[in-house]
């Protein structure tokens, strides 16, 4: 609706401010006619230093000569600062609002217009990081707002005296949030009129357009089932309505009609009266456009000039100016339109996108180029939120859309650079990557994988080199592929993996390393297991004395499966260690000191599978997820005591001295693993594939903690019966791990030591906290202090003890009380699982497979034994000795314990 605004004010500027400095016991001294003289208020003055006077317009200057800013002297004095321009009055109660809500500032946002609160200078507004922008200033009320629109227009006409505007509101369910201030200039002036757009803002009114989608004019009418007939401009929209049609129009005019929210016309019949100009015809074919797509039946563009009688509309010409200078009844009017409309086409959706006004076909944008070179260069996806491209034809590789310096961003960038001879703006860069990260959430949801995969029963092996290539490792072998079937994540980190070849033994990789038979065995099942996806991994410890080669065999070990350009520092809390986890399939840790609660805690939901989650980067609620499992290896000298969560998921390797005679340099060292690596791979992916034949055949009766990595290691024996058992020694390491988790925890040595003295106990827990609650005070200041506490400590360290031959249970005794008890004896016999059993199955016939074929090539493929990589005298056979293999005699401990009770009090790494 059109209404006029007048701008008349109660009280002057200057009758405001005088009246306020003479309230502070300062008031004006005149000079002349119309400058005044005051003692500034806003800093001490025994002088006069304010300059008052006020300008053509009655606006207050003020002028202090020893450098107060203007906003200053305002708020000292107790005003706002828009109380230094004529249209300024006091804010209603409801802040200009028709919903009648009151708004309440805070005290850093005091009411626009208040007299009793100052008004604050404009804000700078962050849009996104090293961008800012001016707010724009707001008014008190859309009256306002009118007023310093008519200003405005004043000083750009260079007009003697304000205009007074026709304002057209714009209203969604009843309420004010838009008005379009339309200005008739006087016939001297360049142009015929002005338009200002006013929005309705948190603190008031701002001019300046809403932001988009806007409301169509007055579309809270448009409820009818009737033709809705669009015209360029509100006067043209209520001329239609003074007709009795529902005419609307877009905020606006012609150049912002995509800005609109069409969906009113949905299921509408539409019918656009344009203008005579050139401009008049864009609006109507964008119009006629944007309501197809927002579902209107038809659309219809009408040209009120091809109508015999309405010939001569002058050029610019629109509908409210040949209803106004026509003397014709309203049925009359409404019949001349109804027979364009019967003579008019429906528009095509599609049939004028694009044109220009002229009728021309409008060139693309540099966006629009951009979104069309990228769909012809690469395929989008997403993963759990994550968008990402791939090269049509290259590598199976997912690109990142994400940060300024993106690979796809610079890519694209390039790409376009090339096809044009010209560089695209961050603007367009900006809108393209905006609308394909659009159409790549719209795809059904992809998984993206980092360094090995499952696919259609194999595993897949990213060698991370430029040209994509994969292994594929089946139970019948291992190939290699041009390009990946699954889609891979790399990294910075990411480094390339030595192209794998046939021939080699995994054993030659030992005399790098300072190992024993055992250990090595243990080595050997850890790095096949890590090629093997989608399993808890235990997490490899690589410990010994000083110059023993831990660094180096960390490097040396990840480097067959997962190469890093670095490795890890110690993380200092989870957000850390968490983008580290993300970052590769290997993480390696090198030189830790000591393992905290908290990070003990997220290791081992690192190897089992963990999550973490966070909120996004400049924004209030989207959340950024970042999900992982992973391989973990660590160095240290010494790491303390382990946890008993981290301790049953632990793989303890201690790594033997090394002699000054057997002592090699770094260079030496890397340039014979450089000349090994390719041979070493592919001999450790021939281990993978015969371990594979025998894998899914496993049967573990009594599965361990680990119990997929105790398949594994069940698995490579039985496929190399000749070699020292990798199960047998994981499982005996469980029990000096329990040592070192008892030796290192106060509650668990003192049952251990319990239990030695008195052979058991049976009782509460009180009675317990006294019987082993030790003497020294120290000890005393860390033991649990309550029974509850020691109650929950003891079952932390109750699988330990377990191990050990402790057995700790949490009874109720019978009768009315149910008293709770916990006993607390030796075990009766042996409590560790018996060994897994692997079906017969025929031996693999080692003299079948092709030696000197390379994988890749004729001759060689998954569905054939692959090359063992090994020795031809192998013994395949699928079954060990009736020996049994739980016996803690029949095999010696790395640690050179000889019984249960000295592997308790035995320490790791000595």
Sequence with gaps: MARQISGDATTTPFERFEAAMRGLGRPLQQVSRGNYIARCPAHDDERPSLSVAVNDNSTLLLTCFAGCPFDRIMLSVGLPIQSAFPDY???????????????????????????????????????????????????????????????????????SEPVTPTVFEYALAGEIIAA???????????????????????????????????????????????????????????????LGLLGTTSF?????????????????VV????????????????????????????????????????????????????????????????????????????????????????????????????????????????????VFAIVRGGPNVAIGFKGSQSELRSALSYEYLKATDKVPNSSALGDALSALAGAAQCVEPTE??????????????????????????????????????????????????????VGGNVNQLRELLNVNDTTWRLIVGWMVAALVPDIAHPVLMLGGEQGTGKTTAATLIAGLIDPSNATHPQPKDPESWAIAAAGSWIIVVDNISSIPAWWSDAVCKTVTGDGWIRRTLYTNSELTV?????????????????RGDLADRMLLVDLETIGDERRRGERELRERYAELAPALFGALLDLLARMLTKYHDVTLEHAPRMADFARVLAALDAVSPNEPSALEAYLQQRDRIAGDVV???????????????????????????????PRAEQSQRRFPQSASTLGSAIKRVAPALKRLGILVEHVRTAGGNR????????????????????????????????????????????GRPCPAGESAGADESLLRDGRDSRDTDSLPLSDGCSNTADRRTSRRGT
């Design 626 to 642: 970042l999900s992982f499992r992973r391989c973990v290896v660590l160095t240290s000298i010494d790491a303390g005591s382990f």
């Design 252 to 268: 606006g005019g012609s150049k912002a009609p995509h800005q609109s929210d069409w969906s009113p016309t949905a299921g509408r």
């Design 89 to 159: 009055h006091e804010r209603p109660a409801n802040n200009g609002r028709t919903d009648g809500a009151s708004v309440v500032s805070s005290p850093e946002t005091p009411n626009v217009g208040s007299d009793t609160a100052p008004v604050p200078a404009p804000k700078r507004v962050v849009d996104e990081p090293g961008n800012t922008r001016r707010r724009p200033t707001q008014y008190p009320s859309l009256e306002a707002g009118a007023r310093a629109a008519s200003r405005l227009v004043q000083r750009a006409n260079k007009l």
């Design 743 to 773: 030796a290192g925890d106060l509650v668990a040595t003192a049952i251990a030591d319990l239990v030695e003295r008195e052979g058991g106990f049976d009782g509460s827990a009180t009675e317990l906290l006294e019987r082993v609650r």
């Design 180 to 242: 379009s201030l339309r200005f008739d200039l006087p016939a001297d002036c360049a142009r015929s009129k002005d338009v200002r757009p006013l929005s309705c803002a948190e603190d008031g009114w701002m001019i300046a357009a809403p932001p988009a989608p806007r409301p169509l004019y007055r579309v809270d009418e448009l409820v009818d089932d009737e033709p809705i007939y669009v015209a360029e401009g509100e006067p043209c929209a209520d001329a239609l309505r003074r």
């Design 448 to 501: 993206i994988h980092t360094r090995v995969a499952w696919h259609d029963g194999r595993i897949v092996v990213d060698l991370g080199d430029k040209t994509g290539r994969a292994v594929i490792v089946g139970s019948g072998g291992w190939s290699i592929v041009d390009r990946s079937p699954v889609t891979f994540k790399r990294t910075a980190l990411t480094k390339a993996l030595p192209v794998p070849t």
């Design 271 to 386: 019918i656009i009266i344009v203008d005579r100009d050139s401009a008049g015809e864009a609006y109507g074919a964008k119009v006629a456009q944007l309501a197809l797509e927002a579902g209107a039946r038809r659309a219809f563009i009408i040209r009120p000039w091809e109508h015999p009688a309405w010939t001569d509309l002058a050029e610019s010409g629109d509908i409210a100016d040949l209803l106004e200078r026509q003397n014709e009844t309203i049925e009359t009017t409404q019949a001349k339109l109804a027979e364009l409309v019967a003579r008019a086409r429906p528009v095509e959706q599609g049939a004028v996108e694009g044109d220009d006004s002229d009728g021309k076909k409008k060139p693309p944008t540099t966006a629009q180029q951009l979104v069309k070179l990228a769909s012809s260069l690469y395929t989008f996806g997403n993963c759990r939120g994550e």
């Design 819 to 862: 008293a709770r008890r916990i006993v607390i004896r030796k075990a009766l016999g042996d409590s560790r699982p018996p060994s897994p059993t692997v079906p017969d199955q025929p031996a693999l016939d080692i003299s079948e497979v092709d030696r000197g074929t390379a994988p890749g090539q004729p001759g060689y493929s998954a």
